[in-house]
Nanobody, 122 residues
Framework: QVQLVESGGGLVQAGGSLRLSCAASGRTFSGFSMGWFRQAPEKEREFVATISWSGGTRYYTDSVKGRFIISRDNDKNTVYLQMNSLKPEDTAVYYC???????????????WGLGTQVTVSS
């Protein structure tokens, strides 16, 4: 089992920045790709970004390219999502997820965190 705990969410004005963290515990973190997803009120959960175990492969949804950066520190079992130039439409609950193997842009992940709220005011 892998436990994932997100942190770093909050309220920020449009144009501001936040950095989300996701700490993993439980079984070894080795070999896991990590992803960030989000769900806005009355909308389906959507893919945001993913990163491979080595960090060499990263994918982003089009709406966040150039603004968000996913990274990881395997020594700390932690993945990050740096969010810059935030927009009101980025408001959502952000979820961290883990899957063994290659990164995926769909929600076929094995483990999920409980989420952290990000609210961007206009």
């Amino acid at each position: 089992q892998v436990q994932l705990v997100e942190s770093g969410g909050g309220l920020v004005q449009a144009g501001g920045s936040l950095r989300l963290s996701c700490a993993a515990s439980g079984r070894t973190f080795s070999g896991f790709s990590m992803g960030w997803f989000r769900q806005a009120p009355e909308k389906e959960r959507e893919f945001v970004a993913t990163i491979s175990w080595s960090g060499g492969t990263r994918y982003y949804t089009d709406s966040v390219k150039g603004r968000f950066i996913i990274s990881r520190d395997n020594d700390k079992n932690t993945v990050y999502l740096q969010m810059n130039s935030l927009k009101p439409e980025d408001t959502a609950v952000y979820y961290c997820a883990a899957r063994l193997g290659r990164p995926s842009t769909t929600d076929n992940y094995d483990y999920w965190g409980l989420g952290t709220q990000v609210t961007v005011s206009s």
